[in-house]
């Protein structure tokens, strides 16, 4: 397996220095561009991640309907983790190694993209990672066309703060205990200390994955908003365990005009398996709802709809992500002229699209996006309405100011930084 | 006529409380709120809150049905004419009313309308403003949700109307009600004497609300001074507080039992069906968890059924028809696994633990494969919704007591089942001596089949109760499964009270070490007691003693 990445680095090498005349490797030898899809089809992902999949097969479809990339057909190739994180880091290393993908989509959990991390570094791939997450990282390797927490997470508890938001004194922070939550809450605290909120004004609360009994943390949550200041939940609470939670919540008599419950991780696709009427006016925050009132928004939807054959089918913001991020890789690689990993990148950063959300987003230099953030209130229909909104996109910021560690460290994979997490620029001056 | 004027009264008051105006007549004022109505169309949230709080000033009940239909989300403008319109779903088009008169309007489709968007602060404000257009009610239940609903503003004016209001209510349990809640708002009331008498109205409300209210009364300022000036109101208010402290502990403890005997009854649920395959026949019956999923499917499509099928006022029923639907699609199942594998493998306990392993997998993926990978949606029905508020602040829901109850019923359903019945006693008898039984010319074979039916039956009707508290996705048996067994080793294998007393005792345990361990260390804890029990007692809590133990 060594012999063999060194020996397609070698010919990428040589061609990259041969330039285009030459075919150079493997990739370029043959008709069509590969990209890779690193989606679980099954296992506990699955409900999630197999959406992605269809999204990019799409992409690709339509794509190549337009006549394909660079004059060749562009082929999908697919592959099923199984909701396994080691078996993502392998599947990763086949796609770059044996298929010779151009770029691979794909991950949805943390722990997956930590795990196929050291694998794109090795083989120099190229990533687009489309969920929000917790920040912290920024590698050469990777796009992350999802939403860095302070655009999410602390715009939406700034919204809760202002007037608008009901200027909500009393915070709880909620999640499942794992990676994400922890470290989403420990950025949310810190900025919420510096906003004046006291010490104890914050609880924090963690449960286990799929967690179903929720009786007494909500007897405690209620016990907390009792204090008589306004009080509102921020969930972090992942996946599964969110039916029973709402529901406790709604027959335990409380509304989202007295305790509101912001979640980062409920989506469209996420509400279509709960009865939302006792969810009206609980809030989330996303980049992109499937609201969105504009043309390319609808256009966004029929073209997704069309293709999964099922006009019920809802959008959401990993898919609106994964559509940026798909349109941005085709456009470096035509500026480029080529699919080589490293002059696509070179192209990536100030690449501009034209997303449903309805704003142009661009890539910046630390690998993340400047997008919207939009926070929206469930509907009955299962939709969120969109009650609130940043009035352009905001820059994301890889590492949190709000971590005393984290905000010393610069991203910036450009001259003089060139790092992803770095306390001074690698090059000082031009000696 | 109460109604009627007592709006225009309060709208006076308001007007002269709030604004400092001269009150607008209330005959004149029909262009005023045909404004104000207009203004809800606004794109703007503040313009609407405008809106919403000059109509709460005007007073005038004919603002109610707006004010309802922005809250539920059913006013909208007509595109056309930009016209403030109230739709309501008709076939096939919406059928559009105005929202001051009520007249007809025709109907528009759904494309040529747009909602007019409430958000929470709205709906806030909606509530505060019905509120006080609704306390000239005739309706009495509805003053006096009313009167709770200003009272939740703590502010002097509040308490002025809410004065003024009681002057005229003549229910008596209005009034009570209208009593405490302005006594509430007279703790802060700058006259000692309208303090101490609030203490006095208050000293049977012993809520956690007024012991918030009460903090400023006894709390100390930081120079060792008392933040309340006059000592008969600070004696009364400590006091009080302190009664309210007392009933506060034991309000949670009973709070906490009932969330442990809840819990308890789940799992007991859960475990049930686990001890008449495992405590009863001895067969480790991974697949225990899928037939309690398949209950689970069983009460969606039933639910589906009656949804296509039936009309929507015996929807309620849907769940007491699922009940028996779960237990044969469960039990035939089972009874097919029976006599299809495990029946060849009696006696080989490893063997059956990895062939129904393998089971559990490939049901999952059937029903993975025929309803999708995505949660599916079973609904509680009306009466199983909401809550039951026994002492205020001690909120126990529908659901969890239904399922408390059930939980018991089919316990004693099945004790009775083995006890009485001439099925129970050739069970019963298979189980301790199988050629003994044979040789009385019970057909062992068949007692067998039949007793998995039943354990796997009673899974899917516990499928069924726990549909309502979770979620239905195709690994919802693989949460239970490790619960199950937990409860029928620690109760004692191969008896019924053993897993009732095993449910429970785990429940509540688990229960009352949340709140001080968290619900991540708190499991941990329990699982360590449980290996703990486990090696002082080897065979659980009800260990079967003589022949039946050594079988």
């Known amino acids: 397996m060594g012999f063999k990445s060194i020996g397609w680095r070698k010919l990428t090498l040589a061609g990259a220095v041969a330039g285009l005349a030459l075919a150079g490797g493997p990739a370029a030898a043959e008709d069509t561009i590969k990209v890779g899809v690193l989606h679980s089809l099954s296992g506990t992902m699955a409900i999630s991640e197999t959406t992605l999949k269809d999204t990019i097969l799409m992409m ?43 770029a691979v989509f794909g991950c949805w959990t943390s722990v997956s993209r930590k795990s196929v991390l050291p694998v794109f570094e090795e083989l120099n791939g190229l990533l687009f990672y489309p969920v929000q997450y917790e920040g912290e990282e920024s590698s050469k390797n990777v796009f992350y066309t999802g939403a860095a927490p302070n655009q999410q997470a602390i715009p939406a508890v700034e919204y809760l703060m202002s007037k608008e938001g009901g200027s909500v004194k009393r915070w709880v922070l909620a999640g499942t205990d794992y990676v994400y939550p922890r470290t989403t809450n420990k950025i949310l605290e810190a900025f919420l200390l510096s906003k004046g909120v006291k010490k104890e004004d914050i609880m924090i609360n963690y449960t286990p994955f799929g967690h179903s009994d929720w009786q007494t943390i909500v007897a405690e949550i209620k016990r907390f908003a009792s204090a008589g200041k306004k009080t509102a939940v921020v969930s972090t609470i992942n996946g599964d365990a969110n039916v029973p939670f709402y529901k406790e919540l709604g027959n335990q008599g409380i509304k989202a005009t007295d305790i509101p419950v912001v979640a980062f991780s409920v989506g469209e696709e996420e509400l279509a398996g709960i009865d939302t009427k006792p969810l009206v006016g609980h809030l989330a925050a996303w980049n992109y ?40 890789w085709t456009q470096a690689v035509l500026q480029a002229g080529t699919t080589d990993v490293d002059a696509v990148r070179q192209a990536m950063y100030g690449q501009k699209v034209k997303s449903p959300s309805g704003y142009d987003i661009v890539m910046n230099t630390n690998h993340h996006l400047s997008k919207p953030v939009m926070i929206g209130e469930i509907q009955a229909n299962g939709q969120f309405e969109i009650v609130w909104q940043t009035k352009g996109p905001i820059k994301a910021q890889a590492w949190s100011p709000y971590i005393p560690e984290s905000a010393k460290l610069t991203a910036d994979w450009t001259f003089p930084w060139v790092c992803g997490n770095c306390t001074a620029p690698k090059y000082k001056s031009y000696q | 006529m109460l109604h009627r004027s007592l709006p225009c009264f309060l709208a006076l008051f308001a007007a002269l409380a709030f604004l400092g105006l001269a009150a607008p007549a209330c005959a004149a004022s029909d262009a005023d709120l045909a ?3 207009a203004k809800l169309g606004e794109p703007g949230f503040s313009e609407k809150l405008e809106a919403i709080e000059t109509l709460a000033t005007l007073g005038d009940t004919r603002a109610v049905p707006a004010l309802q239909a922005l809250t539920d989300g059913n006013l909208y403008l007509r595109d056309a004419d930009n016209l403030l319109v109230v739709a309501t779903e008709g ?34 404000a909606i509530h505060t403003a019905l509120a006080k257009l609704q306390i000239g ?26 004065s003024e209001v009681l002057e005229h209510e003549t229910n008596a349990g209005v009034r009570a009600a209208i009593a405490i809640s302005l006594a509430k708002i007279n703790l802060s009331s700058e006259l000692p004497a309208e303090r101490l008498a609030a203490l006095k109205k208050l000293s049977d409300t012993l809520t956690l609300e007024v012991r918030t209210l009460l903090a400023p009364l006894t709390s100390a300022n930081s120079d060792g001074s008392f933040a309340e000036p006059d000592p008969t109101v600070r ?54 968890g899928e037939m309690i999923m398949l209950g689970a499917y069983t009460a969606f499509c039933v639910q589906e059924a009656f949804r296509m099928w039936l009309p929507e006022s015996v929807f309620g029923l849907y769940l007491i028809v699922s009940i028996p639907a779960a237990f044969v699609v469960a039990g035939l199942v089972g009874i097919a696994l029976e006599r299809g594998i495990i029946r060849f493998l009696y006696g080989r306990p490893l063997e059956t633990l990895l062939a129904t392993w393998g089971i559990s997998l490939i049901l999952q993926q059937v029903v993975r494969s025929v309803f999708g990978a995505p949660n599916r949606e079973v609904s509680n029905p009306a009466w199983m919704t909401g809550a039951f508020e026994p002492l205020p602040g001690m909120v126990l829901t ?16 099945i004790g009775l089942l083995m006890r009485f019945t001439s099925y129970g006693l050739q069970m019963r008898a298979v189980t301790q001596n199988r050629p003994m039984a044979a040789a009385m010319g019970i057909p062992s074979g068949w007692v067998d089949a039949l007793t998995f039916g039943l354990g796997s039956g009673i899974a899917g009707v516990a499928g069924v109760a726990l549909s309502q508290v979770g979620n239905v996705s195709p690994n919802l048996g693989q949460t239970y499964i490790v619960d199950s067994f937990m409860v029928v080793v620690f109760g004692g294998v191969g008896s019924l009270w053993g897993v009732l007393a095993g449910a429970m005792s785990l429940g509540i345990v688990n229960k009352i070490l949340e709140p001080y361990a968290g619900a991540m260390l708190g499991k941990i804890l329990v699982l360590v007691l449980l290996i703990l029990f486990i090696q002082k007692r080897p065979r659980g809590l009800f260990a079967l003693r003589g022949r039946a133990a050594e079988a």
């Open chain 2, 137 to 162: 009610d005739p309706d009495p239940t509805r003053r006096l949700a009313a009167a709770q609903e200003i009272a939740r503003d703590n502010a002097p004016e509040t308490a002025a109307l809410l």
């Open chain 2, 91 to 124: 076939d096939p088009d919406y059928r559009l009313s105005d929202p001051l008169t009520g007249a007809a309007l025709g109907s528009a489709g759904f494309a040529e309308l747009s909602r007019v968007i409430a958000n929470n602060r709205l709906r806030s």
């Open chain 2, 35 to 37: 404004a104000a109505v």
């Open chain 2, 235 to 288: 004696k009364e208010a400590s006091l009080l507080v302190s009664r309210i402290d007392r009933r506060l502990v034991l309000q949670d403890l009973a709070l906490n039992l009932f969330q442990g005997i809840s819990l308890g009854s789940v799992l007991l649920l859960a475990a049930v069906g686990l001890a008449i395959t495992f405590g009863v026949m001895g067969v480790i019956n991974m697949a225990h």
């Open chain 2, 398 to 413: 529908w659901n969890r007591i239904s399922i408390i109850l059930f939980a018991l019923a089919v316990l004693v359903a």
């Open chain 1, 60 to 102: 690709v479809d339509d794509l190549n309907k337009k006549g394909g990339l660079l004059g060749k057909k562009v082929e999908a190739v697919v592959v099923d983790p199984a909701s396994n994180w080691p078996l993502f880091a392998e599947k990763a290393r086949e796609l770059i190694s044996r298929d010779h993908v151009a």
């Open chain 1, 289 to 328: 709802f499937m609201s969105v009132n504009n043309p390319d928004n609808k256009a966004f939807i029929k073209q997704w709809q069309t293709y999964i054959k099922n006009p019920k089918r809802v959008t959401n913001d990993p898919m609106e992500a994964h559509y940026i991020g798909f349109k941005m």
